[in-house]
């Protein structure tokens, strides 16, 4: 009974945030064509530069920590970016929440948590359902970004996308180069870039 009324519990309140992110994206997306989504945006540095650089694009930044949130908004508002929002929110409650007339032109994954033991893998983003989640929203020439400096993830997301029936590999040029944190002090990483097949 107690277990119950825990999941109960849990469940309204996964409902309620939904419901209120709903209405912020409905707020911050509708009209502006389709956005630039960053999932993990971590202090904001990659989504602030990209966002000074194509002021014409609404970019979304998303990270779980709400710290991490409150510092990339602070670097928003020093540089005066209207085009650019952070939110306080999961990839997963976010899409889930997205009204139905917001899409995307280009998302980007950059330095994803790897999750590198075998039974935390199901936690990692790349995963087939997330791919058809963006799929479902893809605007004219949407392109997935992928980085990481895990070799490990990075092989696992590659044949995700490859075995996906949506999704294809381009040999196609990173679209933005700029450091993030976790890219300051990886040794090393590999990139993909994704589209839908023709
Ligand atoms: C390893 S850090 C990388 C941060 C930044 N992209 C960089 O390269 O410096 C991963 C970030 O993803 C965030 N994160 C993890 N799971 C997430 C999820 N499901 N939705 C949104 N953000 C998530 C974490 O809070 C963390 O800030």
Redesign the pocket.
């Known amino acids: 009974m107690e277990n119950a009324l825990r999941t109960a519990s849990y469940v309204s309140k996964v409902a309620e945030r939904q419901v209120a992110l709903k209405a912020t994206s409905a707020t911050l997306l509708t009209g502006v064509g389709a956005c630039v989504l ?6 904001g ?2 989504l602030t530069a990209y966002a000074a650089a194509h002021p014409e694009r609404t970019c979304v930044g ?4 709400a710290e ?1 949130v409150e510092r990339a908004n602070r670097k928003k508002n020093r540089a005066r970016l209207g085009n650019l929002h952070f939110l306080h ?4 409650d ?1 899409l889930a929440s997205l009204p139905e007339n917001i899409r995307f032109a280009d998302v980007f994954v ?4 790897p999750w590198p033991k075998r039974r935390h893998h199901k936690n990692r ?1 790349m995963q087939a359902d997330f791919l058809s989640q963006i799929a479902a929203k893809a605007g004219q020439g949407l392109r997935l970004y992928f980085r990481t400096d895990d070799t490990d993830y990075f092989a696992a997301a590659r044949a995700v996308v490859m075995e996906h029936p949506a999704w294809q590999i381009l040999d196609a040029p990173w679209a933005f180069e700029y450091e ?4 300051e002090r990886a040794p090393g990483y590999q990139s993909l870039v994704a589209a839908l097949r023709g």
Do not use: K, N, W
């Open positions: 960053e999932i993990g945006a971590g202090h540095h990659f998303l990270d779980i920590i991490r929110a999961s990839a997963e976010f950059l330095f994803p948590d983003l993030t944190v976790f890219q």
